[in-house]
């Protein structure tokens, strides 16, 4: 069983930036997506970034241009940095993880961190 461990969250005023890590427990080179979701009080929990295994990524309209996701298959890490912060980024962000192996899909996710932005 693979764990998601993610770290990097915090206060940070409008305009900051923060990063954002998940660093897996074991190897994902071979995961066809790795993403960043987040969830906001009373709101559904909504994907932010996706990365796949050839690199190419997708990002939800209100985060284009300022955040960015990037993976590190050498050290089993993906990272979320986000510029330009907004009020209304807070939320919990959580690190996703698809791979398939022997025509069944695999799915994990990580425990969350928390990102407040406010002045």
């Known amino acids: 069983q693979v764990q998601l461990v993610e770290s990097g969250g915090g206060l940070v005023q409008p305009g900051g930036s923060l990063r954002l890590s998940c660093a897996a427990s074991?190897?994902?080179?071979?995961?066809?997506?790795m993403g960043w979701y987040r969830q906001a009080p009373g709101k559904q929990r909504e994907l932010v970034a996706g990365i796949n295994t050839a690199g190419s990524t997708n990002y939800t309209d209100s985060v284009k241009r300022r955040l960015n996701i990037s993976r590190d298959n050498d050290q089993n890490t993906v990272y979320l940095q986000m510029n330009n912060l907004k009020p209304e980024d807070t939320a919990g962000y959580y690190c996703?993880?698809?791979?398939?192996?022997?025509?069944?899909?695999?799915?994990?996710w990580g425990q969350g961190t928390k990102v407040t932005v406010s002045s």
């Open positions: 996703h993880g698809k791979t398939y192996a022997s025509y069944k899909k695999y799915e994990y």
């Open positions: 074991g190897s994902i080179a071979s995961w066809n997506v």
